[in-house]
């Protein structure tokens, strides 16, 4: 009972101390923000136009026909499409997120004035109300012109559960991982080197608080301000994105890993290293890695093989493929495993912090 | 024997690498006295409270708080419990008040004392919730001492508690600890501030460089170390002392000086200058600062010792 109550003073101390400095508010909360709003605004520009896959099977004497042709040309003509022929049927594709097909007989039924092409698309995707709008123009544009048929070309929909990744859906569990990585790591430097040089950890060594109370504080509170961020974030992701994230018991187990990680990495570099600036600069050395090589930006698959190889060496990559996995996947089979890699590496880090750590030359 | 001793310290040595920070040191504390080290910056004084506190390892010799050894790593939590410390350039918490740094402490200990009573105690009414980081030096120093008596100690450590004060708020601080004396506890209080050391202490170990250089009461030193009392002259020509086979000397704000012993010499000198109107006349004791000089051959300062 006694440690408990120890341990929350500690949690709640540090609490406190987060919601009235400004300067802690602006990196858990602000920074992560920020981040994501100006990415999620480049990657919004620059994926204006939607990736498009047309399976023409309307073929005569090996020459598409001229009504296929001339559908396909009204697509292109509204600009919002990528358009991406191919020849093969890959309805196993997950990354095709929406493929129209011109059928076989195409010209042919839209001459007798039953026509139909089909749209394969996952219906519960951001983008498929705005294509599926798209087309359903297009569809009406060809139907006036064929006013004299008696019945106008149709649509079938078809509906496919896709993969396919928005950049801004992939980028926003990675926010949260950045978040909980700059927070636990730079916070817990912070806090010892300042408590050091001001005398409040030598003050706390001469009374009975045990350094074991004190770093399990610490987790406590860096495991609450993670699942604060990350519900922020969450938030703000789904109304300025419309991302919908799925939540899960898993992600809070993730989180709390994360408070083990990253601020055991923390008190591992102020205990390595003294000096508050020379601490701080390691700080960066081992953020800066992990910000760019654990699939925050960029996927991890794309890399090269050395710089992939690195990126299974940090702690990151398995919070941020656990998250991804779980908030935007549903995916609970994948994160568990990654969630258990961050567990691990998580009570180590926090094992090498508390052995290593000595009240008294803190 | 009937004499408690709070901390017993035997042969205690101290050494980083291959400097010797304490050098074979034996001392007692006596249950319920104010006790000062007194020395320069330097000479070891927080080394040896911080061995005593069980905060630092000693190179050699025993150290007993209570009656029990600071070696004894299971039993240091016995220690802890029953001391209260205020470090050297002390701080605490920024972000919280001087209410939840006092309760923060007082969880800590599953101690049962009246935050508030002790605010009143200190005089930081006004200043319940106030952040720490918002505090006056003086009030840090006070809320420092507060939060070292929250497990109402037996025994209290402050190192340098009135360093870079005014002197109001110092002698707030005094006050203070003169209080706490009262209520009886025993009281370790580490200081290069002469006047304090004088002012407050029952008993005083004079080190340097990590050595004893002498111990006593103050009253005790001044006597043994603190050389002759003095009449000084101010506005007094030097042939008004001629014919009187005086000893004196004049010093360099052009003043002068004539020993004494005893209170016939004292007034038979000053007979002498009844009918000079214009003199100025000062009786002077000597202080600590002439204990240091005559054992030291230096005077202490601020930044050290000067020759």
Same mark, same amino acid.
């Given at each position: 009972?006694?440690?408990?109550?120890?341990?929350?003073?500690?949690?709640?101390?540090?609490?406190?101390?987060?919601?009235?400095?400004?300067?802690?508010?602006?990196?858990?909360?602000?920074?992560?923000?920020?981040?994501?709003?100006?990415?999620?605004?480049?990657?919004?520009?620059?994926?204006?136009?939607?990736?498009?896959?047309?399976?023409?099977?309307?073929?005569?004497?090996?020459?598409?026909?001229?009504?296929?042709?001339?559908?396909?040309?009204?697509?292109?003509?509204?600009?919002?499409?990528?358009?991406?022929?191919?020849?093969?049927?890959?309805?196993?594709?997950?990354?095709?997120?929406?493929?129209?097909?011109?059928?076989?007989?195409?010209?042919?039924?839209?001459?007798?004035?039953?026509?139909?092409?089909?749209?394969?698309?996952?219906?519960?995707?951001?983008?498929?109300?705005?294509?599926?709008?798209?087309?359903?123009?297009?569809?009406?544009?060809?139907?006036?012109?064929?006013?004299?048929?008696?019945?106008?070309?149709?649509?079938?929909?078809?509906?496919?559960?896709?993969?396919? #990744?928005?950049?801004?859906?992939?980028?926003?569990?990675?926010?949260?991982? @950045?978040?909980?990585?700059?927070?636990?790591?730079?916070?817990?430097?912070?806090?010892?080197?300042?408590?050091?040089?001001?005398?409040?950890?030598?003050?706390?060594?001469?009374?009975?608080? !045990?350094?074991?109370?004190?770093?399990?504080?610490?987790?406590?509170?860096?495991?609450?301000?993670?699942?604060?961020?990350?519900?922020?974030? !969450?938030?703000?992701?789904?109304?300025?994105?419309?991302?919908?994230?799925?939540?899960?018991?898993?992600?809070?187990?993730?989180?709390?890993?994360?408070?083990?990680?990253?601020?055991?990495?923390?008190?591992?570099?102020?205990?390595?290293?003294?000096?508050?600036?020379?601490?701080?600069?390691?700080?960066?050395?081992?953020?800066?890695?992990?910000?760019?090589?654990?699939?925050?930006?960029?996927?991890?698959?794309?890399?090269?093989?050395?710089?992939?190889?690195?990126?299974?060496?940090?702690?990151?990559?398995?919070?941020?493929?656990?998250?991804?996995?779980?908030?935007?996947?549903?995916?609970?089979?994948?994160?568990?495993?990654?969630?258990?890699?961050?567990?691990?590496?998580?009570?180590? !880090?926090?094992?090498?912090?508390?052995?290593?750590?000595?009240?008294?030359? #803190? | 024997?009937?004499?408690?001793?709070?901390?017993?310290?035997?042969?205690?040595?101290?050494?980083?690498?291959?400097?010797?920070?304490?050098?074979?040191?034996?001392?007692?504390?006596?249950?319920?006295?104010?006790?000062?080290?007194?020395?320069?910056?330097?000479?070891?004084?927080?080394?040896?409270?911080?061995?005593?506190?069980?905060?630092?390892?000693?190179?050699?010799?025993?150290?007993?708080?209570?009656?029990?050894?600071?070696?004894?790593?299971?039993?240091?939590?016995?220690?802890?419990?029953?001391?209260?410390?205020?470090?050297?350039?002390?701080?605490?918490?920024?972000?919280?008040?001087?209410?939840?740094?006092?309760?923060?402490?007082?969880?800590?200990?599953?101690?049962?004392?009246?935050?508030?009573?002790?605010?009143?105690?200190?005089?930081?009414?006004?200043?319940?919730?106030?952040?720490?980081?918002?505090?006056?030096?003086?009030?840090?120093?006070?809320?420092?001492?507060?939060?070292?008596?929250?497990?109402?100690?037996?025994?209290?450590?402050?190192?340098?508690?009135?360093?870079?004060?005014?002197?109001?708020?110092?002698?707030?601080?005094?006050? #203070?600890?003169?209080?706490?004396?009262?209520?009886?506890?025993?009281?370790?209080?580490?200081?290069?501030?002469?006047?304090?050391?004088?002012?407050?202490?029952?008993?005083? #170990?004079?080190?340097?460089?990590?050595?004893?250089?002498?111990?006593?009461?103050?009253?005790?030193?001044?006597?043994?170390?603190?050389?002759?009392?003095?009449?000084?002259?101010?506005?007094?020509?030097?042939?008004?002392?001629?014919?009187?086979?005086?000893?004196?000397?004049?010093?360099?704000?052009?003043?002068?000086?004539?020993?004494?012993?005893?209170?016939?010499?004292?007034?038979?000198?000053?007979?002498?200058?009844?009918? @000079?109107?214009?003199?100025?006349?000062?009786?002077?004791?000597?202080?600590?600062?002439?204990?240091?000089?005559?054992?030291?051959?230096?005077?202490?300062?601020?930044?050290?010792?000067?020759?």
């Amino acid at each position: 009972m006694k440690t408990a109550l120890i341990i929350f003073t500690v949690f709640r101390g540090h609490l406190k101390a987060w919601k009235r400095n400004k300067t802690t508010l602006f990196w858990t909360l602000a920074f992560p923000l920020l981040l994501m709003l100006l990415f999620g605004g480049i990657f919004a520009l620059q994926s204006d136009k939607m990736d498009l896959y047309i399976e023409n099977q309307n073929i005569v004497n090996n020459q598409p026909t001229l009504a296929s042709l001339q559908i396909i040309e009204l697509i292109n003509i509204t600009d919002a499409f990528n358009i991406i022929e191919t020849n093969e049927i890959e309805d196993s594709d997950k990354q095709r997120i929406r493929t129209i097909i011109i059928p076989k007989n195409f010209e042919q039924d839209l001459d007798s004035g039953n026509s139909s092409i089909i749209l394969i698309m996952d219906e519960s995707h951001q983008s498929f109300s705005r294509t599926i709008s798209l087309v359903k123009g297009i569809i009406n544009e060809i139907n006036l012109e064929q006013q004299n048929s008696k019945q106008p070309l149709t649509l079938i929909q078809k509906h496919i559960i896709s993969s396919d #990744l928005s950049r801004i859906e992939y980028f926003v569990p990675g926010v949260i991982g @950045i978040a909980i990585m700059s927070t636990g790591i730079f916070g817990t430097i912070g806090t010892n080197t300042k408590y050091r040089k001001n005398g409040v950890i030598k003050k706390l060594a001469t009374t009975p608080l !045990s350094k074991f109370e004190w770093i399990i504080g610490l987790v406590l509170y860096h495991a609450v301000i993670g699942i604060v961020s990350a519900i922020v974030i !969450s938030i703000v992701a789904s109304i300025v994105f419309g991302i919908k994230l799925i939540w899960s018991p898993i992600i809070i187990v993730l989180l709390i890993a994360g408070a083990l990680t990253f601020p055991g990495i923390g008190m591992i570099i102020s205990t390595v290293v003294r000096e508050e600036e020379e601490a701080d600069a390691a700080g960066n050395i081992i953020t800066f890695p992990m910000l760019f090589l654990s699939g925050t930006f960029f996927q991890i698959e794309t890399m090269p093989g050395a710089m992939q190889i690195i990126a299974r060496a940090l702690p990151l990559t398995y919070l941020n493929n656990g998250l991804r996995e779980t908030m935007i996947f549903g995916n609970s089979q994948a994160a568990l495993l990654n969630c258990g890699i961050v567990v691990i590496i998580g009570i180590l !880090s926090i094992a090498i912090a508390m052995k290593i750590t000595k009240w008294t030359d #803190l | 024997m009937t004499e408690k001793f709070a901390i017993s310290v035997k042969s205690l040595i101290k050494q980083y690498g291959k400097f010797t920070a304490v050098d074979g040191i034996s001392f007692k504390v006596k249950s319920g006295e104010i006790f000062s080290l007194l020395g320069p910056n330097g000479a070891g004084k927080t080394t040896i409270v911080e061995i005593i506190e069980c905060l630092k390892k000693p190179t050699k010799g025993e150290v007993e708080v209570f009656g029990i050894n600071i070696r004894d790593l299971k039993k240091q939590i016995n220690i802890k419990r029953k001391i209260g410390v205020m470090p050297q350039n002390f701080n605490a918490f920024d972000w919280l008040t001087v209410k939840e740094n006092l309760e923060y402490f007082k969880n800590i200990y599953s101690s049962n004392k009246s935050v508030v009573k002790l605010i009143e105690d200190i005089g930081l009414d006004g200043k319940t919730d106030a952040l720490y980081k918002t505090l006056s030096g003086g009030m840090k120093q006070r809320l420092g001492i507060a939060i070292s008596l929250i497990n109402e100690p037996e025994l209290l450590f402050l190192d340098e508690p009135t360093a870079g004060l005014d002197p109001q708020a110092r002698r707030d601080t005094w006050n #203070l600890i003169r209080k706490l004396k009262e209520q009886g506890k025993t009281i370790f209080l580490t200081t290069h501030y002469m006047e304090e050391a004088q002012e407050l202490s029952d008993r005083i #170990l004079i080190i340097i460089n990590g050595k004893i250089v002498t111990d006593g009461s103050p009253n005790k030193l001044i006597e043994e170390f603190g050389g002759k009392k003095l009449i000084i002259l101010r506005n007094c020509k030097e042939s008004l002392l001629e014919n009187h086979s005086l000893k004196y000397e004049i010093n360099f704000k052009g003043e002068v000086q004539i020993p004494f012993e005893n209170n016939e010499h004292l007034f038979k000198i000053l007979n002498i200058f009844t009918d @000079i109107p214009d003199i100025e006349i000062e009786i002077k004791k000597p202080d600590l600062n002439e204990v240091f000089l005559n054992l030291t051959g230096k005077r202490m300062t601020a930044e050290g010792l000067v020759k």
